[in-house]
């Protein structure tokens, strides 16, 4: 496979633009009294039975009824119970008593010129987390965060430079889905129709397994075929290399697996990823090579980010093709994505070039990542939530008026 030329990765930085929020497109207010009733959305199809039922649902009805709510929840996208018009009106009234139906709330909504849209969204507490939209020919892919903020501290990363503030709960994952469905006018399509909504990575703020069980659950209401209906194949996990927990991935929720590589030797790569001095390279690929699900059809995605002078030299390239022999696998050659006060540098379009070549002539796929939605700080590793910007510009800014 050919690299792709230097020229169409590094477009001229396009123009920001800043939508203003339609009411349609933000969560309803909540009605004080409903504020502190259950979240349906993140239930499992287990849990909604046993609340279902707690709440008056008779038990030979309940299984049925699971069905009928899941449908509206998750096909249809659904916000009130009042809307579910197969339900009987007092039973509707029942649920509405008893449950909410809550999605993160739309703050703000960049769209960039390329058609990139992020979305700044507040969540339960008040804590804000970063959900990126991205369009192309084939399919549209939802970058999703799963913590407020991040532990890993990868140098690179802009995230990593935010305090981690809470995991977030599967109702907080898959309510990232329903908002970007909400807001792309992406519900009730049927079978045969294109989806804008159409594939998952899990990419965004933080890392997935340290969150592993309601990552793994938030998933699976994403793959439940009468539900949101995403195959599992379009769904792509990313991580540092949290080693014991990379083969429950394959046999818990079974979807594509992507590693944060980044560096060839350990000592580099303690410093990218600090994560790595706890599970070094070796054990990092031992688990990837033992990955339940690894085949030719199913290959790892090592993301390898370009930094000038740290990690793209040749030596490096003929590294990483030696170390992953065997693995089924591409690598994703991810250009640096500038950040402010970022103490790295893109490596130039000729070196990107020449790493990719000698990847790609060792019989790997190396395509390069074009950079989306840099003008609004969407691309990959540039999320941070604005409240944290805002946060730490205070005392500089304070510091300059005295």
């Known amino acids: ?26 969560t309803l207010p909540r009605r004080p009294a409903e504020a502190g009733l259950p979240n349906v959305v993140g239930m499992g199809r ?41 339900l009987a009106r007092p039973y509707r009234e029942l649920l509405a008593g008893r449950f909410r139906i809550a999605r993160p709330e739309i ?16 969540i339960d507490g008040g804590a804000e987390i970063e959900t990126v ?21 990868c140098s690179f990363c802009h995230t990593g430079t935010q305090r981690l503030v809470r995991n977030l709960t599967a109702a907080e994952i898959v309510g990232q889905v329903m908002v970007a469905r909400d807001d792309l006018e992406d519900w009730g399509r049927k079978p045969d129709e294109k989806r804008l909504v159409s594939n998952l990575v899990l990419m965004g703020m933080g890392e997935p397994l340290y969150n592993f069980e309601a990552v793994r659950d938030a998933m699976k209401i994403c793959m439940d075929g009468e539900g949101i209906a995403l195959s599992r194949r379009r769904i792509t996990l990313s991580t540092s290399g949290v080693v014991p927990e990379i083969a429950r991935v394959g046999a818990e929720i079974g979807c594509l697996l992507a590693i944060s590589f980044h560096a060839t030797t350990d000592a580099v790569r303690d410093v990218l990823v600090p994560i790595n001095r706890k599970w070094p390279i070796g054990e990092l690929l031992a688990a990837c090579r033992a990955y339940p699900r690894l085949s030719n059809a199913e290959r790892i995605t090592f993301e390898y980010v370009m930094l000038k002078g740290v990690n793209d030299s040749d030596a490096d390239a003929r590294r990483l093709v030696r170390l992953i022999a065997g693995i089924p696998a591409k690598i994703n050659l991810i250009p640096f994505n500038p950040w402010p006060g970022a103490p790295y540098e893109r490596s130039d ?14 019989g790997y796929a190396s395509p390069v990542r074009t950079p989306r939605g840099e003008d609004i700080m969407a691309a990959c590793g540039q999320l941070k939530s604005a409240s944290e910007r805002a946060r730490r510009a205070r005392p500089a800014a304070a510091a300059v008026a005295v």
């Open 1 to 26: 496979m050919r690299v792709r030329r230097a020229k169409r990765l590094f477009p001229a930085k396009p123009m920001t633009a800043t939508l203003p929020i339609s009411p349609d497109l933000v």
């Open 46 to 86: 287990a849990a909604l039975r046993a609340a279902l039922v707690e709440a008056g649902t008779p038990e030979a009805q309940a299984t049925m009824r699971v069905a009928q709510v899941w449908q509206w929840l998750y096909h249809r996208g659904a916000r009130d119970f009042m809307a579910m018009t197969n």
């Open 107 to 122: 703050v703000t909504r960049q769209v960039s010129a390329d058609g990139t849209r992020k979305y700044l969204l507040r």
């Open 133 to 153: 939209y991205i369009p192309e020919a084939d399919r549209g892919t939802l970058c999703v965060s799963s913590q407020v903020g991040c532990t890993l501290t």
């Open 349 to 362: 379009p000729e070196r990107i070039e020449a790493f990719g070549a000698i990847v790609n002539r060792a």
